[in-house]
């Protein structure tokens, strides 16, 4: 599965921002996608995921309630829509894949596949 994260940019706090990640590959629809992010400095961090239908949804709690992870199969898509944005969200967006489908995988090595991310800065 090869991924290609996009939609970053510049924004103001309080404002809204949609990521897309277009995957290739066959496996797609089967495979549980997450959005991680990297801040400046600091280690990489669990975002959001999402199972392999569309139905569960998994959120770190700084994220919960302010992101929305939703899923286009037919698109082989999977969007991060974010509400609220705040400075603290500031971070470089990564997608990432797994094959085993559910949506509570919330760890860097338990991702098999790894897009180039995204940059978004939130200005206060």
């Known amino acids: 599965v090869q991924l290609q994260a996009s939609g970053g940019g510049l924004v103001q706090a309080g404002d809204s921002l949609r990521l897309s990640c277009a995957a290739s590959g066959q496996r797609f629809s089967g495979y549980t996608m997450a959005w991680f992010r990297q801040a400046p400095g600091k280690e990489r961090e669990f975002v959001a995921a999402?199972?392999?239908?569309?139905?569960?949804?998994y959120y770190a709690e700084s994220t919960e309630g302010r992101f929305i992870i939703s899923r286009d199969n037919a698109k082989n898509t999977v969007y991060l829509q974010m509400n609220s944005l705040k400075p603290e969200d500031t971070a470089v967006y990564y997608c990432a894949a797994d094959w085993r489908g559910y949506a509570t995988i919330t760890t860097v090595p338990e991702y098999d596949y790894w897009g180039p991310g995204t940059l978004v800065t939130v200005s206060s």
């Open positions: 999402i199972g392999w239908s569309g139905d569960s949804t």
